[in-house]
């Protein structure tokens, strides 16, 4: 131990153990008032805390939300049942849609302004008569359920052009379009998406009946019913709190001992919602489980203090406060080492400029900030005031444990032989091999239709595959800019340039349509003559004029100047691929026609957000792998101030990352913000096993110990602990599997695999990694069985600070 390593432990131990009492007054003081704020604890959801705001594209996409709109946006789809007859054209269907429409106008943080369905004012139709254009509403506003109005309404319809947009292809269904606000205008207060999302139900609710579905997508949607699900991730917590429990008993031995590191943890979790809450900031649906992540790793810190500590009283024969104390000296540096490393490796997720990512891992910083201090302090002071009642039979169990353990540690010290470790070295090459080809097939971004948050058979995603199947303009959208000279809509040129861009983007594949202003107008020309197809051009002139008039303006497809012309790109899905293809294929038509006075600007639209997220996390996903284990290698070098230690340490965990990602890549699970934290958390617990067996080894192997009784030492101290808490973290994670949230089933997945690969790295590994740089400067190894002698000297070998 270094001269500052020594200075931190003498001063952490007067401040811990001086006035233990006091110390231990303040914290549970401080405990109680965290409680108090979580309690007060809020959800927290923002659309635009999806939204990498530093990105180019949302830089476009700031510049024109006012003129333009947003990309928040909810979808109300009014259809016929299966096998119901009859189209849209009914009183009754017509009556639904009307208050349909009217209930999302009065929907808390709705832009009024951009509410759209055949019923509000912007939705217009135009057609030729003898005198020229003839213009009007879609759904007149004398409306009245009259046969003769019925008529007129279908053959609106007809001439409006908004079969596919706002109504069903087979005219057996209708939709209301709205925009949603960050801020409710009304209050001025940040938008509550789970009221929305209530409110949305309700409208289901009220209005779906035996003749008529509603089907409704949206953001807000989305954060209702992950929100919804919170009854199910508590139910996980207190399954996973249970279980904890129960293997603790097991492993203690004492219901005692086994509440005190769920205790630990529990005030961890504690610690980091208050402090959510000190911050100013909430609970977001999407970062629901970190605080499941921090009690994952509080217990583990916490079983190796009470590991250490019933070895000290059970072996050594210590007193409760002399066995603290001798495991607090033991443990300090290497836990606190440990869990800073967790601390920086969550932080370093703060590169990606997301602050639903960058929120998280503050949350989680936090958290384990917090665990320093409850595993670190708290702990050692209640275990220094046990009492065992009858220390003789309490000691007979524990060595009667370590007598049966034994067995298991030295068939497992094995691999720090050449017999063992050689074959294990060529597995972890085989594996590293494997996942290093599978890394270039891991997508950024969703890797299948609808939501991925939540089950492909929920209710929202069936609404999704509704919605697509029956409207050609699909349920995403993205938005190009034309950003051309003023009054370009009357240039020929220019109008050309954005009429070829819109064919170029209808014959990309995985476009469902396009929606511009020069098809529009080619429209209203063709209409002049009696909709000639030959007449579907544009003139060469300056008549354009005359054609790009009668467009509403409420189609959002100029702006008053005519300098911008957005370009509406309906694609089938916002799949990664999908979204790629087209976005190359928008910036290879833009590096194809410079000079021709227009640019092409991305984007706006949610294609528009995902394109932008996915490049950001392609971009910095990098990165942040490379800071975690950089972290990692330079924290494991200032604890040890050992290559063979970073060596041993770092390699397990970088080939359970790779593997990760090669599982990831396997089962389609694609890298965003929902599942990009999983390495950083994966990696948290793997550095815990590794630096807390190692810490042991290095000590035997300072004593010129042989490798294979030096990791046997290892083993005995804090092998059963490393064990025990991966078998608690795979029970608790397991049911994760059944949750309702797709995103918590495939964590709960990654989150399994990297639990066992860090077990085995830790555990077998390691060692093989120590044989392979070690074993030419150590004794050779000891007798493959240890007599009894032997035994009883470890056993009996005092602890070394």
């Known amino acids: 131990m270094g001269r500052y390593a020594e200075r931190i432990l003498r001063s952490a131990e007067v401040l811990v153990y001086a006035r233990s009492g006091l110390t231990f007054a303040i914290l549970m003081a401080f405990t109680l008032a965290m409680a108090v704020l979580a309690s007060r604890l809020q959800p927290d959801a923002g659309f635009e805390k999806q939204i990498p705001l530093d990105h180019p594209y949302m830089k476009v996409f700031k510049q024109y939300e006012k003129a333009f709109g947003g990309a928040n946006l909810i979808s109300i789809a009014v259809m016929l049942k299966p096998g119901v007859p009859g189209d849209i054209y009914t009183p009754d269907f017509l009556d639904t849609l009307h208050k349909v429409t009217d209930a999302v106008f009065f929907l808390p943080g709705v832009d009024r302004s951009r509410v759209t ?53 087979d ?23 789970r009221a929305v999302a209530d409110k949305l139900e309700a409208i289901r609710t009220q209005y779906e009946n035996d003749r008529f579905d509603i089907r409704i997508i949206g953001f807000a949607k989305v954060v209702g019913d992950v929100s919804d699900a919170g009854h199910e991730v508590m139910m996980f917590f207190a399954i996973a709190l249970l279980a904890t429990f129960a293997l603790l008993w097991m492993f203690c031995g004492s219901w005692r001992l086994a509440t005190l590191p769920l205790f630990a943890a529990l005030c961890a979790v504690i610690w980091e919602l208050g402090l959510l809450k000190l911050t100013g900031f909430g609970l977001d649906p999407f970062a629901i489980l970190v605080p499941f992540l921090i009690l994952a790793i509080g217990v583990s810190h916490g079983v190796q203090y009470v590991n250490a500590w019933r070895y000290e009283v059970a072996v050594h ?42 929120e998280m891992a503050f949350n989680a910083a936090m958290g384990m900030a917090a665990v320093i201090i409850t595993n670190k302090m708290m702990l050692p002071i209640v275990l220094s005031w046990a009492r065992v009642r009858d220390v003789d039979a309490f000691r007979a169990r524990q060595q009667r444990r370590v007598a049966l353990s034994d067995r298991l ?83 020929p040129a220019t109008m050309e340039t954005i009429d070829r861009f819109a064919w170029h983007m209808q014959n990309t594949p995985g476009v469902r349509s396009v929606l511009s202003l020069p098809q529009l107008a080619k429209q209203v020309r063709s209409g002049w003559f009696e909709a000639a197809p030959k007449w579907r051009v544009l003139p060469r002139t300056q008549s354009l004029s005359e054609l790009v008039s009668p467009i509403p303006s409420q189609l959002g497809l100029s702006n008053p ?43 706006s639209g949610n294609v528009g957000v995902w394109a932008a997220t996915n490049e950001e996390i392609r971009a910095r996903e990098l990165l942040v792998i490379i800071w975690v284990h950089a972290t990692l290698a330079l924290f494991a070098w200032l604890s040890f101030r050992s290559g063979v230690a970073v060596l041993c340490i770092l390699t397990p965990l970088v080939l359970c990352s790779l593997m990760t990602y090669g599982l990831m890549a396997t089962l389609g699970i694609g890298m965003k913000p929902a599942t990009l934290p999983v390495a950083a958390f994966g990696v948290g617990i793997g550095v815990d096993y590794s630096i807390y067996l190692w810490s042991v080894f290095s000590r035997r192997l300072a004593e010129r110990t042989s490798l294979r009784e030096a990791y046997f030492d290892a083993l005995r101290h804090t092998g059963k602990a490393v064990i025990f808490t991966s078998a608690s973290l795979l029970l608790s994670v397991f049911t994760w599997l059944f949750s309702g949230l797709q995103f918590q089933a495939d964590m709960g997945l990654l989150l399994l695999f990297m639990f066992s690969t860090n077990l085995l790295g830790a555990i077998v590994l390691l060692p093989a990694l120590a044989w392979l740089a070690l074993h030419r400067r150590l004794p050779p190894d000891a007798p493959a069985a240890h007599d009894d002698s032997r035994k009883e000297a470890a056993a009996s070998r005092p602890e070394t600070t």
């Open 171 to 193: 005219q057996r269904g209708a939709m209301v379009t709205a925009e949603l606000l960050e801020h409710d205008p009304s209050t001025g207060k940040k938008l509550d998406y």
């Open 317 to 358: 024969g210590l007193a409760s406060r002399d066995a603290s104390i001798a495991t607090f000296r033991q443990l300090f540096i290497p836990g606190t080492v440990a869990i800073l490393t967790d601390v920086i490796g969550f932080a370093t997720l703060a590169f990606i400029k997301i602050d639903i990512v960058r």
């Open 561 to 603: 100047d005519c300098s911008v012309m957005p370009v509406l790109i309906f694609t089938r899905d916002h799949r990664a691929t999908t979204i790629s293809q087209i976005v190359d294929a928008v910036k290879t038509f833009q590096h194809d026609n410079v000079g021709q006075g227009v640019d092409f600007k991305l984007a």
């Open 117 to 169: 369905s055949l019923f509000t004012p912007g939705v217009r139709y135009m057609e030729v008569v003898e005198d020229g254009f003839s213009t009007g509403d879609v759904i007149p506003r004398n409306y009245r359920p009259t046969p003769e109005m019925l008529a007129q309404i279908r053959s609106n319809v007809g001439k409006a052009g908004v079969i596919g947009r706002l109504v069903s292809l």
């Open 409 to 491: 540690w030295q068939r497992l010290s094995a691999f720090a032989t050449a017999r063992a470790a050689i074959p294990t070295l060529f597995v972890a090459l085989l594996a590293l091999s494997w996942a290093l080809w599978m890394y270039p097939k891991l997508i950024v971004g969703d890797r299948q239709a609808g939501v991925p948050e939540l089950r492909p058979d929920s209710r929202y995603n069936v609404d999704s595959r509704a919605i697509g199947r029956n409207f050609a303009i699909g349920v995403d959208i993205l938005k190009v800019f034309a950003v051309t000279k003023q009054y370009g809509c009357v240039d």
